[in-house]
Every structure is written in C-alpha cells, then in structure tokens.
C-alpha cells in the first residue's frame, strides 16, 4: 500500500485539505500521523484532528496515528475501547513502545496494529503468539529519522526485513517527500539514510523491490509537482514517468510520449522496443556523437544500418560511437528510476511542466 503523512502541529487549513484530496486522486490509500500530544495541547489537537477524521472516512482512505496511552486519553479515547476508535475514523493504530503486547495482540482483532519494527524481539513474538494475535492486521512500522547521519543502514534494514517477513509481519516504511518539509530541520523523513533528500518516487520504488517493503508512506508533509506526477503515472497507468531535456528542439519527438523497454533486458542500455520500425523511413545522419554519460538518450544513426532509429537510455557511461546520436537526456532527478526499468517495463518521457 502507498500512503502519505499529515501532521497536526498547526490548524487544519484548505491546503491540508487539498493535499489530501489530490493524494487520494493519484491512488494513495493510506494516512499516517502523529498524536504525541504535548500534556497542555490536547484541546488543539483535538480540533486540528476532527477535519482530518472526516476526510478520511469520505475519501475511504486508511489513517494510522502513532500514539501513546496519554495521547489517546487526552482526545478523549481509549485502548480498552477499540470501536469507538474505530468508529471515529481511524483505521489502526501505531503503538508506543510502551504498550505491552498482550494489549497489542487483543487490539489486532479489530484494527491495524503497527509495532517499532526496530525493537521487535523473539520475546515479543512469542508473546504475540501467546496471546493469540492476528498477524493479518499486525504490521512492523519502521521509523523515519529527521537527523542526517541517523537512518538505516540498507544491509541491515535487508536482514531485518527478512526476519520480520519470516514472523508473518507486513512492513511498512518511509519515503522522504521534497516540498513542505518537517520542522525543524528540514532534512526529509526517510527511515534509509540512503534515501534522505532523493526522489520519493525513487525512494519508493527501492523500498518495495529491493528491499521487501509492503506498505510505503511519504514521511514529509509534501512531494513536488514533479513527483506527483510520477506517482500518478505510475499508480493509474504503471508506467515510470522519466523527465527529459532534448538536445535540440527536433529531439523532442523522438523523446516525447510512450515507451516500453524490450523483454530482453540489456547491461547498458534501455532499448525502446519497437523504436528501430517506428523510426525507419527517418533521415538520421551522424550528428552530436559524444560521451554518452548515465541517462544520455540516444537514437542509432544510418551508420548502424539495420539499427537505424534505435532509441536507447545509457544505464553507464559508454564511449563515443560514431553510429549513436545522443540526443538528449533524463534530468538528474529522476537519473536514480532508470534502475527500475527491466523485462518489459513500461515508462514515459516528458519534459518537465
């Protein structure tokens, strides 16, 4: 599942309801917040919370809020009473490390029950067991870490993944977004400190391919203009949206439009299937025969005969070819998705709006 954060630390507002509305519209099914209320702000939160409540009941979307015991009294609710949690909009909850397992095994029966993927032990399984939980709704919930320097290694986060998945946990984990960014430093929410301040669409591909993640969250409040649009891309037409530039204007409809990689995955180069036919009858001199860096896009000039309009994208760099045309290439934001295009992937190009 794809999902994103709201957080509650100011007044709602008809941005928040906005951003909301235009997630769930690019199919973004799951919410995250917080309720680690200060003792003297649950009045505030209270209030702040109501509009998000209503909106994710009428937009049919998932919230999971991360909460202690004292966050959820202060709001008027209570573990032992789990309907009335449910009731009010909220689809699960992120449990404080705290809160004892026995507590969290009887909640998972009627909600989703997210547990510090971190600091799950043996001992806790076993005790999950004991106690009779229901691992359909229990998922382990990584962190996401604002400090640079403090997320986690991706080895580890491999191994412990493995470890969760062998126990029967879903896991989720975070993204980091690139507009509207978390006080108070600003530095992106991801739980990889490979991912701080990468793409998040990237950032989510990594996490459910390489490394096993079941459900992704954006952990900052927001994601640009650029990113929403690969996700819509790729939630309602799964295709990988790639943002180019041309080398010169008549590039452009080379570039431009749909493409699909050919079952036949090469080492150093996506190979837009059907380019060479759609491309046959073009005059295609030797022009611009440089270096082809990593996401140079190229297209097999008349030198190459039978490959003539080939269209490629480096995965590496190779060497000048007087055969290959590089004609433009993808932007440096969206260079880290060219790994994600394998055995018959389908993606777009584009330039940016």
């Known amino acids: 599942m794809l999902g994103f954060s709201v957080f509650l630390n100011e007044n709602w507002t008809e941005a928040k309801e906005a951003y909301v509305n235009d997630m769930a519209d690019a199919g973004f099914e799951g919410v995250f917040t917080s309720l680690h209320i200060p003792e003297d702000n649950g009045t505030s939160y209270w209030d702040r919370l109501q509009p998000l409540l209503a909106i994710v009941q009428k937009r049919r979307l998932k919230l999971v809020a991360d909460i202690s015991g004292d966050a959820l009294r202060q709001i008027g609710f209570s573990l ?24 969290a095994a009887g909640l998972s029966h009627h909600m989703i029950i997210g547990l510090n993927a971190s600091t799950l032990t ?47 946990f879903r896991v989720a984990a975070f993204a980091p977004g690139d507009r509207d960014l ?50 819509n891309a790729y939630m309602h037409r799964g295709r990988l949206l790639l943002h180019t530039a041309a080398h010169w204007p008549e590039a452009r409809a080379y570039l431009d439009g749909d493409h699909s990689n050919r079952l036949d995955v090469s080492r150093d180069v996506v190979r837009s299937d059907g380019s060479r036919s759609k491309n046959a009858y073009d005059t295609i001199p030797p022009e611009n025969t440089v270096l082809r860096c990593l996401g140079s896009i190229t297209i097999d000039n ?41 055995s018959g992937t389908l993606f777009t190009m584009q330039s940016p709006v």
Request: include cysteine.
């Open 182 to 231: 978390r006080l108070p430093l600003f530095e992106t929410l991801p739980t990889l400190e490979c991912h701080r301040q990468q793409n998040p669409f990237a950032s989510f591909l990594a996490l459910q391919q390489r490394y096993d993640v079941d459900d992704v969250y954006i952990g900052d409040p927001g994601i640009s203009q650029w990113v929403y649009e690969q996700f």
């Open 80 to 103: 032992h009473d789990p309907e009335a949690i449910i009731a009010s909009g909220f689809s699960g909850l992120r449990l404080d490390d705290g809160i004892g397992m026995q507590t």
């Open 302 to 342: 008349h030198l190459y005969q039978r490959y003539k309009g080939e269209l490629q994208i480096t995965r590496r760099e190779l060497p000048q070819d007087r055969k290959v045309n590089v004609i433009g290439h993808i932007l440096e934001n969206d260079l880290a998705l060219i790994d994600y295009i394998q």
């Open 122 to 168: 043996e001992n806790d399984y076993a005790q999950l067991v004991e106690y009779g939980a229901d691992f359909n709704h229990m998922i382990a919930w990584h962190n996401y870490y604002p400090k640079p320097e403090t997320g986690l290694d991706e080895s580890w986060f491999s191994a412990r993944n493995a470890w969760l998945k062998a126990k029967k």
